[in-house]
């Protein structure tokens, strides 16, 4: 009796050893070290990631696997200060920032503020070309000024923007193109979570970050405006009426309880009232009482899920953070960090060089992990090196920052890209080609802020935060 054969059995010897590349990461270097041959610490360490990340292994329990497995095989680091700096690693202050902005977040998304913010974007830009557009990406960068979250930002201005839009007549492949890329303005404006990490794994001020975004923030939202407002003028894509002063005004007013708290954010920092990570539980408070006492868009009921979303959200992140502090942990006790830095200044690069070196390391990265755990792998790093070039923490920071909004945007791993998927219903494949135009535009934003470090600097430099 004949049988099927198995699938390990038709697959071809490329494909077979394409399956197997994770073995084979992990088998070469252990045995050539075993062998007596001098591999570096640093290449069994990533290799060992890898391969775990190519398996399917979530990237936080990849990052604790290789830590312990390195650690027992490779190294006589005591068991004991693995476990000590799993709670050391997030006993910083700064990282209560983390909770309180995706709680601050997730209060604006339900409670009526992203719906103003839309209103008054649509009474100053509506009657423009691709008018219900760009005022996506107007309350997109408003929303962003508030909330800290690039996936916040898309649910809460996408779900209201998008269906308005195929209503009036726009295809939801233009709306969703465009709502993808803008929502990523949510982590470069003035609070994000991305930027918290960054300042915990460089010892960076927080403050400065913040406001750093303030300027490079403007200038991406006009830039997407511009394409936008041009696709959409080709196309002859619908314009609303044109808003009276006084509509403009009354749209203004019911959006400024939202907008205010920019205000308290950069005015409580820069005033010292508060630091970075107390301006994140009063930016919770402040969103909460709008939410549900000024604009009565979210009621008591709904409380218990927004606090319990919030709490899995920070849950998740907190656990990446771990992780990748205790990897961090590993790479600086091999002096790996440094290592690289001497490696990095003996190929004498030059500033230009250098850059060009982070945002391509930068670009690969965001193709197989999320923002979080690439600030906490690639920062220590890349930070030693750029120190000594004479780059600045701060720009490095933002830097950063605009390559992890590149990846937010495109598969395989790419957040906004899924969640843009579920609100329009279009298929991943679909949706990657439609933000073509927006993220070769952000691949451009991204060159002008490697190159041109005043944009990030001159705002923090101004309020003496540098």
Not at 227 to 241: G, M
Not at 274 to 297: G, N
Not at 361 to 380: D, K, Q, R, V
Request: glycine residues 8%.
């Amino acid at each position: 009796m004949s049988t099927a054969p198995s699938a390990a059995a038709t697959m071809s010897p490329t494909l077979r050893f394409f399956a197997l590349s994770p073995i084979w990461l992990i088998a070469i270097p252990y045995g050539l070290a075993l062998a007596g041959f001098a591999v570096p610490s640093s290449l069994i360490l990533f290799c060992l990631l890898i391969a775990l990340m190519l398996s399917g292994t979530p990237i936080s329990i990849a990052l604790g696997l290789t830590v312990l497995t390195f650690v027992f095989t490779m190294t006589h680091v005591p068991i004991e200060s693995v476990a000590l700096k799993l709670f050391t690693g997030i006993e910083r202050f700064e990282i209560m920032a983390v909770p309180f902005f995706i709680l601050a977040g997730n209060f604006l998304t339900y409670g009526g503020v992203a719906r103003k913010m839309i209103n008054f974007a649509m009474t100053m830009v509506g009657h423009w070309h691709g008018g219900l557009a760009l005022a996506g990406i107007v309350a997109c960068a408003m929303f962003a000024l508030v909330c800290g979250s690039s996936v916040a930002t898309v649910v809460a201005i996408g779900s209201i923007v998008l269906p308005e839009m195929v209503e009036r007549g726009y295809p939801m492949r233009f709306g969703a193109g465009v709502i993808t890329v803008a929502g990523s303005l949510g982590i470069l404006m003035l609070p994000s979570i991305p930027k918290v990490i960054y300042a915990i794994a460089t010892n960076t001020s927080i403050g400065a970050l913040f406001v750093a975004g303030l300027l490079p923030g403007i200038l991406i939202t006009v830039m997407l405006c511009t394409v936008t407002w041009y696709i959409a003028r080709k196309r002859d894509y619908p314009r609303l009426p044109k808003a009276s002063w006084g509509e403009r005004w009354r749209a203004f007013r019911e959006s400024v309880w939202g907008l205010m708290l920019v205000v308290i954010i950069i005015g409580g920092i820069y005033s010292g009232i508060f630091t970075a990570t107390e301006a994140a539980a009063v930016s919770a408070v402040y969103a909460f009482i709008v939410s549900v006492f000024v604009y009565k868009a979210m009621p008591f009921r709904d409380l218990p899920k927004v606090l319990l979303q919030s709490a899995n959200m920070s849950a998740m992140l907190l656990y990446i953070i771990t992780n990748a502090a205790l990897f961090s942990f590993i790479l600086t006790n091999e002096n790996i960090p440094h290592a690289l830095a001497d490696w990095i200044l003996g190929k004498d690069l030059g500033v230009v060089g250098f850059l060009l070196l982070a945002n391509v390391l930068l670009l690969i990265a965001g193709n197989f992990m999320e923002p979080s755990s690439i600030i906490l792998i690639m920062a220590p790093i890349l930070y030693p090196a750029a120190v000594a070039l004479g780059v600045n923490p701060v720009h490095l920071g933002i830097l950063i920052d605009v390559n992890m909004e590149v990846g937010l945007c495109h598969p395989p791993v790419g957040l906004n890209l899924y969640v843009a998927s579920g609100i329009s219903r279009l298929g991943i494949t679909e949706l990657t080609k439609a933000v073509l135009p927006w993220l070769i535009t952000m691949l451009v934003f991204l060159v002008i802020v490697t190159y041109w470090p005043w944009l990030t600097l001159v705002v923090p430099r101004a309020l003496g935060m540098l």
